[in-house]
């Protein structure tokens, strides 16, 4: 923007500047020309008394040598029936013109100018009085003016170059604040607010921006607020549960372990919830789908159904918190249990681009009918509520990834989990 305005700037402030300076020269110049014929014609001027007194060669020679064009040799008077007195430079042609004439004239020479001032004298006589004017008198001072005109014209465009680029530079500093604030919302530091500075509409900007981050404050933190009390409920019904189970001795061992999971996430989310913000954090993807499948593989042979684990033997690193991918796994893996029969095969694959890792969850059943209204209304269809897509969905998204519905090559559904790791920065840390 500013290298913009800059050049903005300069051809403004040139055109002005031309419009202005281009006549101005044009006007010195004549000026100048003006002035030197003007001298030229005082000149001759003053010798008109001589020669209404006398005409002899010797007296105008004195008279012409007392003026300033004389004593150059640019001066010449011409007597008709007689000698020219001086040095001579105009054609006889046109001193005789000249001689018939009532008022003075000018002729161009190569040179310069002549300047030809006739008087009349007594009887039928006359004389004409010839005035050189070198074009060095025609320019004095020309160049230098116009000197003086391109330096005041230069000043003009540095200085409205300067005066742009204070302007665009405070346009600029406004506005990067403003971006810089923005990704610092974006990326989770809700306690970003800016000063509004700058232009008006930067600062209106800016004011709302603030309005906007106080509101999703409040907003995200209401909803803290209400799962965290959602979840804390939770706990009464469990803490029953738990003592029914006790009752029931060991058989009810395997209910009681389940239960102690769902106690584990019941506490997970309350302290997330209570988190003031989330802070990036690193997984090894590998290592969540190794153990999510050992857990699912228990109920995956009770149902006779064949299950495949690829790409999951060397650590792959993803920008999302163990937990939560665990979870997205989970409602995915819990999707395929419940909709397809039982002996459907399913397999999970784990890919490693470069920008992006994806997680593939394959299975043999009837497929899904609609998958872009799937992915739209966040439910697959055959009394589906969607929630473990829509649990996808966000944990991709969150990543700035997305999630792909797609034919497997098992014949059914493929649910693809793509998650972007190209600002990953922080090595993976392992507990």
Not at 144 to 151: P, Q, R
Not at 219 to 234: F, I, N, P, Q, V
């Given at each position: ?6 050049v903005?700037m ?7 500047a031309l ?8 006007i ?37 040598a ?5 004593r ?22 046109e001193v005789?013109k ?27 006589r ?8 070198p ?29 742009g ?12 604040r403003l971006?810089?604030a923005?990704t610092?919302?974006?990326e ?14 930067l ?22 607020e ?5 979840s ?11 003592l029914?189970?006790?009752h029931?001795?060991?058989?009810a ?11 584990g ?5 309350i302290?997330?919830a209570?988190r003031?913000q ?7 993807a590998?290592e ?36 939560e ?5 989970d ?18 694959t784990?890919?490693?681009?470069k ?22 209304r966040g ?7 969607g ?27 493929q649910i693809?989990v ?7 920065k ?6």
């Amino acid at each position: 923007m500013r290298r913009t305005l800059a050049v903005l700037m300069v051809a403004v402030t040139s055109m002005v500047a031309l419009a202005f300076l281009v006549p101005l020269a044009m006007i010195v110049k004549e000026t100048a020309q003006s002035r030197a014929v003007a001298d030229a014609e005082r000149q001759a001027s003053s010798l008109v008394p001589v020669l209404a007194l006398t005409t002899r060669t010797g007296d105008l020679d004195l008279a012409m040598a007392r003026t300033a064009a004389g004593r150059r040799g640019h001066l010449a008077i011409h007597v008709s029936g007689g000698p020219a007195s001086g040095s001579t430079r105009a054609p006889a042609a046109e001193v005789a013109k000249a001689a018939s004439q009532t008022k003075a004239g000018t002729i161009a020479l190569p040179s310069g100018y002549v300047l030809l001032r006739p008087v009349a004298l007594d009887g039928t006589r006359s004389a004409v009085i010839e005035v050189f004017v070198p074009a060095a008198d025609l320019n004095r001072g020309v160049f230098s003016s116009w000197a003086v005109l391109t330096g005041v014209a230069v000043v003009l465009v540095l200085g409205s170059v300067l005066v742009g680029d204070r302007l665009g530079a405070r346009v600029v500093r406004a506005a990067r604040r403003l971006g810089g604030a923005a990704t610092a919302l974006g990326e989770g530091d809700l306690a970003e607010r800016i000063h509004p500075d700058g232009p008006p509409e930067l600062v209106a900007a800016a004011t709302a921006f603030n309005s906007m981050a106080n509101r999703v404050a409040q907003l995200l933190a209401a909803e803290r607020e209400m799962a965290a009390d959602l979840s804390h409920r939770l706990r009464t019904p469990l803490a029953g549960l738990r003592l029914s189970l006790d009752h029931l001795g060991p058989q009810a061992e395997a209910s009681k372990q389940a239960l102690t999971r769902l106690e584990g996430e019941v506490d997970a989310i309350i302290a997330a919830a209570r988190r003031p913000q989330r802070t990036a954090t690193f997984c090894d993807a590998a290592e969540v789908l190794r153990e999510r499948l050992t857990f699912w593989s228990a109920l995956a042979e009770d149902q006779q159904r064949p299950w495949q684990l690829i790409g999951a033997t060397l650590p792959v690193r993803v920008p999302v918190p163990a937990a939560e991918l665990g979870a997205a796994v989970d409602a995915l893996l819990g999707n395929v249990f419940r909709h397809t029969g039982e002996g459907t095969a399913f397999s999970v694959t784990l890919h490693e681009g470069k920008d992006t890792v994806g997680i593939l969850i394959a299975d043999a059943g009837p497929g899904i009918r609609d998958p872009e209204t799937a992915i739209e209304r966040g439910a697959s269809g055959a009394g589906s509520t969607g929630l473990g897509l829509d649990i996808a969905r966000r944990l991709a998204e969150s990543t700035g990834g997305t999630l792909r519905l797609d034919r497997s090559s098992l014949g059914g559904a493929q649910i693809q989990v793509w998650l972007r790791t190209r600002a990953l920065k922080k090595p993976l840390s392992r507990p």
